[in-house]
């Protein structure tokens, strides 16, 4: 009888970044990660499926190239996600999926497109320090650009009510962001 | 917020940060599915919960509908395993190479709600009925239905129906010799099979993976 046993990362990224050129060990990671964070970009992000598997494949590419040039020092799940991250918003940021998204943060977009960049990550990474209702609403207002009638619907509330649980959220979100600052 | 990737690396050290991200449910509900939810079912087919959540949340439907539609493990493993990465990323290979497109086909999410009954001394199988959890109906009417793995089946049929979903049917359904000596010695077992749908073979439009729970009699 097959039984589901979700794989252990660890060892499969330290396999994979003893020796970055060695593509069998990268091959099986990605292999084991593929289902894993093709569900997570199509449900967090609302992107085409026929996209994913090149974001997925982008982002893995120049998480290898990082480590084979040195650049990387922690290989982990955490890490790769960030790679993953960056190629999303940017396929997101092309399609301009991401306009409303600094109103999360209540500032512009910056106007070097690399700190715009960070800006997006940092908000998506701070969305996933929120409660899931939370991430949820907020993602599907502003990653899929849904209403909030969309969003009620799907939540079983009224409009007036998804509205102040998105403000409510993006409060959060800016005291995480806000968290950090310098 | 800071301005610098030094901030990015802090918020990996808050609360939740390291955190395997696939645990966790996402949707509308807490019920919803989490990733390793998600792909659980495309390994081992759907559970009755799993089903009776879908009827309930239009979600997780089209998640899961949606993850079915991706079609790269065989590719992505045939391109690691054919080009080397680095020559692949110095060349700026960015999209899949027609060449192995071939082999990728969408996935659809099995469910098969009972046990099915094997005649040990014939190796015959009841009929077994399962539902596909998928948006390409059309597929199915179209394509040769089959089953293989420890019970074989060259003949589905699509059983119209008012759900949301296709149900298909197998009969004249073969057990395999290894199926019937474990059912000699234990009252029931569970196996997986493999669903394949195509206009031949080698060509796939569809193809899914189960548990089915087996008992003989």
């Known amino acids: ?13 330290a396999a994979a970044s003893r020796n970055p050129k060695d593509d069998a060990a990268w091959s099986d990671l990605y292999v084991a990660l593929w289902p894993y964070l093709t569900d997570w970009i199509l449900s967090r992000y609302g992107l085409d499926p026929s996209r994913a598997a090149d974001i997925l494949q982008d982002a893995l590419l120049q998480y290898r190239t990082k480590l084979a040039a040195g650049k990387t020092v922690q290989p982990s799940l955490a ?24 109103e999360i943060v209540s500032r512009p977009s910056p106007v070097d497109p690399e700190q715009d960049l ?7 990474e701070a969305l996933d320090r929120l409660d899931l209702r939370c991430a949820y609403v907020l993602r599907a207002k502003y990653f899929q650009g849904r209403t ?10 009224d409009t007036g009510h998804v509205d102040v649980i998105l403000h409510r959220c993006r409060e959060r979100c800016r005291e995480i962001l806000t968290a950090f600052s310098p | 917020m800071s301005n610098s990737y030094k901030g990015w690396e802090l918020l990996y050290q808050m609360p939740g940060g390291t955190k395997d991200p696939f645990q966790d449910p996402y949707g509308p509900t807490s019920e919803c599915f989490s990733s390793n939810d998600v792909v659980r079912m495309f390994e081992l087919g759907a559970l009755s919960r799993d089903v009776s959540h879908l009827s309930r949340c239009k979600e997780c439907r089209e998640r ?7 079609t790269a493990p065989e590719l992505a493993q045939s391109m690691y395993r054919s080009v080397p990465w680095w020559r692949k990323a110095s060349q700026g290979f960015r999209t899949p ?8 086909s969408p996935q659809t999410l099995v469910y098969v709600p009972t046990t099915c009954s094997v005649n040990l001394a014939q190796g015959s199988v009841d009929t077994i009925r399962m539902q596909l959890i998928t948006r390409r109906v ?45 059912l000699r010695l234990h009252n029931r077992i569970t ?21 089915i729970e087996f008992e003989g009699i």
Request: charged share 25%.
């Open chain 1, 1 to 13: 009888m097959a039984a589901f046993h979700p794989p252990t990362w660890e060892p499969l990224f």
């Open chain 2, 191 to 211: 196996e997986l099979v493999f669903l394949k749908v195509g206009e031949t073979e080698q060509r796939l439009c569809l193809k899914g993976t189960s548990n």
């Open chain 1, 148 to 157: 909030s009638a969309e969003i009620a619907t799907a939540l079983g509330l």
């Open chain 1, 79 to 102: 890490h790769l996600r960030g790679f993953v991250r960056i190629s999303v918003l940017s396929a997101l940021r092309d399609q301009s999926r991401l306009v409303s998204l600094d």
């Open chain 2, 64 to 70: 899961v509908e949606r993850f079915g539609e991706v």
């Open chain 2, 138 to 182: 059309d597929d199915l009417r179209r394509c040769t239905l089959r089953l293989e793995g420890p019970v074989t089946a060259n003949a589905g049929c699509l059983v119209a129906g008012s759900e949301p979903y296709p149900w298909v049917e197998f009969h004249n359904v073969q057990a395999s010799d290894d199926v019937i000596r474990e």
């Open chain 2, 97 to 104: 190479q027609p060449a192995f497109a071939a082999l990728a």
């Open chain 1, 118 to 124: 960070l800006q997006k990550l940092m908000i998506d």
